[in-house]
């Protein structure tokens, strides 16, 4: 589904991924893992094309996307929640979901099937700002806009930081239920190991930009999280 | 009394002309943060291209207005395309570069049509007048107001209701995650400068009735709007139109009670003090963030 091969990724002239190598297929929950600052969120920055540039292969069903501008990448349905969520703060809520629908090939401009049930609480602030919510609110809001896309990969960015744990475990369930019931392939950044462990097919932890470690769901055992995660 | 109405009543015009100017810049430089110095040569140039498609092919400036829209629209489009879009991160080097293409453009039109004025004739529809006791209103003047209103309520469906709006605003607020999503910022972009352009064009093109067309007619206007912008406060529709309507009517009511000179100075120190209180312009955007 989604690969890079021996992956550079630039901050100017600072590679900040050095060769990083994984590969998520179809319908997986890929985990990107690691303490801050080895380069998660570099990660799904260069998968949108949002770095100031890249070396090495990055391809999506087989077709190599490295060299495309962030909005052609977005519509061949990626969909991007990145961290601090962006969303549109003089927007409603309801302008923010239907512009994840800007990235649509089939011109279709809707709200996603069952976003709202999934979300009840962005039925009821439609026509509020999205620069009114709340943290956890926005968070929602961010999946909901990505969902618009009807997108087949969500890259997710510590969806659940900086958020209220009443939240927290509705926002779990909401990304277990995209992947499992849905069908959607999903790169999750993640701090909470547990959360990672317990939802994740594969994961890869990374580390000052590489890959340190890589492995199945069992992998990711109290040695690892120990050696690459713990502060 | 009547002197008063007839001198409110002139500033109401000229504020409708600075309207749509001004419209042009709050979209150029309120939404995309350029200080578009060349604003007031695209007013030269629709001005130009109304008395070119009078004199050439006799076409009134009411028929020539869709035209000189798109011409003007079109040279805005050249000039974000060949210049604005590599300085979008660099506000003093924008200013440097559309000043020089504003003289580029002058030049150019002195070069080729000459520098001496040209008229044009306003529309024979809207001849005469109409008297209200002792104002005496032009029939002209009196479209000016109303069209500048519908310029503006235009304006407002596009940004507000329609997609290519939607995008906009989408970009001016965050253009990494609008990208994300699909939305081609240097397309909307270069498409909403040619729209600030082709406003300032049919400014231009309906001011020509008025004043002589000479290719510094611009400069003069740039001011006003960009002071229309600032007084309004960035990226308000409202606030230009108000602001516009103030300005308008400020100096016509200065000009009347001092001179002319005295009467522009005053305008600006009334600026400067509205400035000092409300920083942010009459109606600020408000939103937490």
């Not at chain 1, 097919?201 to 470690?213: E, N, P, Q, S, T």
């Not at chain 2, 300032?200 to 400069?219: D, E, H, K, R």
Request: net charge positive.
């Amino acid at each position: 589904m989604l690969e890079a091969r021996d992956l550079y990724s630039f901050y100017g002239k600072s590679p900040v991924l050095q060769g990083v190598n994984f590969k998520a297929g179809k319908g997986e929950l890929f985990s990107i893992l690691g303490r801050n600052g080895v380069g998660k969120t570099t990660l799904l920055k260069s998968i949108m094309g949002l770095t100031d540039g890249i070396k090495g292969t990055l391809r999506l069903k087989e077709e190599s996307i490295g060299d495309l501008p962030t909005p052609e990448r977005a519509r061949r349905r990626i969909g991007y929640i990145p961290q601090g969520r962006a969303i549109i703060p003089r927007f409603t809520v309801k302008e923010n979901i239907l512009m994840g629908a800007f990235g649509r090939e089939d011109g279709r401009r809707e709200m996603p099937e069952g976003v709202l049930e999934l979300f009840p609480i962005l039925k009821e602030f439609m026509n509020r700002r999205g620069g009114d919510l709340s943290g956890g609110q926005q968070q929602q809001l961010a999946i909901a806009r990505a969902l618009a896309l009807g997108p087949e990969v969500l890259l997710l960015d510590e969806p659940t930081e900086g958020i209220q744990p009443n939240i927290v475990q509705q926002i779990e369930e909401v990304i277990v239920h995209l992947n499992k019931k849905m069908g959607i392939t999903i790169l999750l950044v993640e701090q909470n190991i547990p959360f990672a462990r317990r939802v994740s097919d594969k994961f890869i932890v990374l580390d000052k930009g590489r890959v340190a470690v890589a492995g199945s769901a069992e992998d990711l055992t109290d040695d690892v999280a120990h050696e690459f995660l713990a502060f | 009394m009547d002197a008063f109405l007839n001198q409110a009543f002139a500033g109401l015009s000229m504020a409708s002309i600075l309207l749509m100017v001004a419209l042009g810049l709050a979209i150029i430089y309120g939404a995309m943060g350029v200080i578009n110095l060349a604003h007031g040569e695209f007013v030269m140039l629709g001005a130009y291209s109304a008395w070119l498609l009078q004199t050439s092919l006799g076409l009134g400036i009411l028929v020539a207005l869709p035209i000189v829209f798109l011409m003007v629209a079109l040279v805005g489009l050249l000039v974000e395309r060949g210049v604005v879009r590599w300085l979008y991160h660099r506000p003093l080097d924008t200013i440097l570069a559309t000043w020089g293409v504003a003289i580029l453009l002058q030049q150019l039109v002195r070069s080729v049509i000459g520098s001496e004025s040209r008229y044009v004739a306003g529309p024979t529809i809207l001849d005469g007048n109409l008297v209200l006791g002792g104002v005496v209103m032009s029939n002209y003047r009196i479209f000016l107001i109303f069209f500048s209103l519908a310029v503006v309520a235009a304006t407002w469906f596009l940004l507000k209701r329609s997609e290519f709006g939607t995008k906009l605003r989408a970009v001016i607020q965050n253009k990494e995650i609008s990208e994300c999503y699909g939305i081609r910022a240097d397309r909307v972009y270069a498409l909403a400068f040619a729209y600030g352009a082709g406003l300032a064009g049919m400014a231009g093109a309906l001011i020509t009735p008025l004043v002589s067309v000479t290719p510094s007619m611009g400069t003069y206007l740039v001011v006003d709007a960009f002071l229309v912008v600032i007084v309004g406060g960035v990226g308000s529709l409202l606030g230009t139109v108000a602001a516009a309507g103030m300005v308008g009517e400020a100096t016509a009511m200065f000009s009347m009670l001092m001179n002319d000179t005295i009467g522009r100075i005053a305008v600006l120190l009334a600026i400067i003090f509205l400035i000092r209180f409300k920083p942010m312009g009459l109606f600020p955007d408000k939103v937490r963030r």
